[in-house]
């Protein structure tokens, strides 16, 4: 590999994902594996270390760990087993984890709206305060965020995980902006319309909206984890050293049809 090409290798780097025990966080683990990066995956689902056992190779291995992103002490203690399985570094932090809820908003639970906002913005911040204090004292770090389309539309029927990825996009910026100077870049991919386990029941339980969400999508077909691959590798990589403070849309053109 020349000095050019090493630029967007992993080979050395050190990772933690959440929401890594199926789904995108997983095939966006698979990417950084194969890039060469060793990786722990920290999800709710005691199903994590099955996961990470499947992606585990001996140059590149991949650990598990179960915490609650949304339970600051579960938080806390699983972050502390990941940095300790990852030898006390870590270049390279995925806010993956993530749930949602579809319901009208005038009967949109309120336990539910705030569970959501625990998840997927509260402890997002909370994890990415835990990694940022580590990344800050080595000088070095990559945070990538899992944002959403609905960061930037109005999606109906999701007003919990629409407001929490709003959230999420505007972090982003926050953080790059007090980071980026003492080496930690921070930022977002907003995926489309993916296949996983998350909008399953869109196909089977309104397949009006799941042929009409095609017929917008310039590239013809859903998306899925492979998709995340490649931005996210490159996001992770030395090569997008001057990249930060950015939502990066992947949705085979939704967004601009
Ligand atoms: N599927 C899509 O179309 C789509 C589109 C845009 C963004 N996203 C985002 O991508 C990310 C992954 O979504 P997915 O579609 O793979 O969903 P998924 O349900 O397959 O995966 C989410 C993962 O998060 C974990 N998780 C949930 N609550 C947690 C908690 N409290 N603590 C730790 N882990 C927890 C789950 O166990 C699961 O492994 C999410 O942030 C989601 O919002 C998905």
Same mark, same amino acid.
């Given at each position: 590999m020349n000095d050019f090409m090493k630029k967007f290798s992993l080979e050395g780097k050190k990772a933690i994902i959440t929401g890594g025990a199926h789904g995108l966080d997983y095939g966006i683990a698979e990417g950084f594996r194969d890039a060469g990066a060793e990786i722990v995956l920290m999800d709710?689902?005691? @199903?994590?270390h099955e996961a990470a056992a499947s992606? %585990? /190779?001996?140059? +590149?291995?991949?650990? #598990?760990?179960v915490g609650d992103v949304s339970d @600051? =002490? %579960?938080?806390?203690?699983?972050?502390a087993e990941c940095l300790e399985k990852l030898g006390g570094r870590v270049d390279i932090l995925v806010n993956g984890a993530g749930i949602q809820?579809?319901?009208? =908003?005038?009967?949109f639970?309120?336990?539910?709206? /705030?569970?959501i906002l625990d998840v997927n913005l509260v402890g997002l911040f909370l994890m990415s305060q835990l990694a940022g204090r580590t990344m800050l004292q080595q000088g070095y770090g990559r945070i990538i965020n899992i944002a959403s389309l609905s960061s930037f539309f109005g999606a109906s029927m999701i007003a919990g995980y629409t407001a929490s990825k709003g959230g999420v996009a505007q972090l982003t910026k926050v953080l790059s902006t007090e980071w980026a100077g003492r080496g930690v870049n921070v930022? =977002?991919? =907003?995926?489309?319309?993916? @296949? +996983?386990?998350?909008t399953a029941d869109i196909e089977t339980k309104n397949p009006e909206q799941y042929k009409s969400v095609i017929t917008r999508i310039p @590239? #013809?077909?859903?998306?899925s984890a492979e998709d995340l691959k490649g931005i996210t590798v490159f996001l992770a990589s030395d090569a997008s050293e001057y990249i930060t403070g950015t939502v990066i849309l992947v949705d085979g053109g939704y967004a601009v049809k």
């Open positions: 709710i689902n005691e @199903k994590v992606l %585990s /190779r001996p140059e +590149t291995p991949v650990y #598990g760990v @600051k =002490a %579960s938080l806390e203690k699983a972050y809820y579809r319901s009208l =908003a005038e009967d639970p309120e336990d539910m709206f /705030r569970k930022n =977002a991919i =907003a995926p489309g319309y993916m @296949k +996983t386990e998350l @590239k #013809g077909r859903w998306g």
